[in-house]
């Protein structure tokens, strides 16, 4: 069983709209992409040549949205969101892309390539785990999700109130990294380094002034100490900070990527790479002072506490 992640930013015409392509998808158990041109129900190579034929030099995001619909299978699960309700969606597909048909209503709703699912309503961003939020940043119109397959089966059998699937095991403490969103986990740093390094935020130089990091924050002493927080895969490198100390040497940055990717460390010891298990041991230690939006999804996780 695979995961997997759709845009639905397909390109409806008018005087059809966004609305009448969720509708559809809705009432028909369908979602997909569009690239209508691209008819056959073959292979990948199939694919490819008719999306070269179709769309010559501009083929490669067809190409590679349709095969990737090709390769779902029954039983996956594809997250969405409708920009229109702020909703997001999880389905399980029931019947896969070579076995589409055409739909009388489906003109102008750009969606030629799918795949037939039972739709479940999930929420807002607040209850879907962070790996899976993550991957909406991406602009790939479909993308495959790594690492949350047990996950998403839970929610699957939890929303759905139907056990679809028998082998959904407890998650385990090491999965929260892919359970937190990357609010829970800015927020969970940033308290680490109120509470640990005793560092306060400056509330005149927060994020919308401070665009290369979260905040700035002071000691006692006037030091400046400048956090920045990525979740999902994206690494820091610590080697893009160093004129933040080499303009000021008594400023501290403070890097922590969920990834654990930081380049090369540089030998100035004013950059500071958090690990993930010195944030870990500070949740456990002030685990009363975590906002309870994350202790929820720690619980979730049977992450162990004091």
Same mark, same amino acid.
Request: proline share 5%; with cysteine; aromatic share 6%.
């Given at each position: 069983m695979q995961v997997w992640r759709i845009h639905l930013n397909n390109g409806v015409k008018p005087p059809k709209t966004k609305n009448d392509l969720i509708q559809f998808c809705f009432t028909r158990h369908v979602i997909g992409v569009g690239w209508d041109a691209i008819t056959t129900h073959g292979d990948e190579a199939s694919i490819r040549e008719q999306a070269k034929q179709a769309y010559d030099s501009k083929y490669l995001p067809g190409f590679k949205a349709v095969n990737?619909?090709?390769?779902?299978?029954? %039983? &996956?699960l594809i997250w969405t969101y409708a920009k229109e309700s702020k909703t997001y969606y999880l389905c399980r597909v029931k019947n896969t892309w070579? $076995?589409?048909?055409?739909?009388p209503e489906q003109d102008g709703l750009d969606i030629g390539n799918y795949v037939s699912v039972d739709w479940v309503p999930i929420g807002t961003v607040g209850v879907i785990p962070g790996a899976v939020f993550n991957s909406f940043s991406y602009n790939s119109s479909v993308q495959r999700i790594?690492?949350?397959?047990n996950i998403s089966k839970a929610y699957w059998n939890h929303y759905s109130q139907h056990t679809h699937y028998? &082998?959904?095991? $407890?998650?385990?403490p090491s999965e929260i990294w892919n359970v937190l969103t990357p609010e829970c986990v800015e927020e969970v740093v940033l308290l680490y380094l109120q509470f640990v390094k005793r560092l306060v935020v400056m509330s005149g130089a927060l994020k919308q002034s401070t665009p290369v990091y979260e905040c700035v924050m002071v000691d006692k002493d006037g030091n400046r100490h400048y956090p920045q927080v990525k979740s999902g895969k994206f690494a820091l490198n610590a080697q893009d900070y160093l004129s933040t100390v080499q303009s000021d040497p008594r400023a501290h940055v403070y890097l922590f990527a969920t990834s654990q990717e930081y %380049?090369?460390?540089?030998?100035n010891d004013h950059i500071h790479c958090l690990s993930k298990d010195e944030i870990e041991e500070f949740m456990r230690d002030y685990w009363k002072a975590l906002p309870a939006?994350?202790?929820?999804? /720690?619980? /979730?996780?049977?992450?162990?506490?004091k």
């Open positions: 990737a619909m090709r390769k779902m299978k029954v %039983g &996956d070579a $076995n589409r048909v055409r739909f790594s690492n949350v397959e028998h &082998d959904v095991q $407890n998650l385990q %380049g090369q460390k540089p030998s939006q994350t202790k929820i999804w /720690l619980e /979730l996780c049977e992450f162990p506490h």
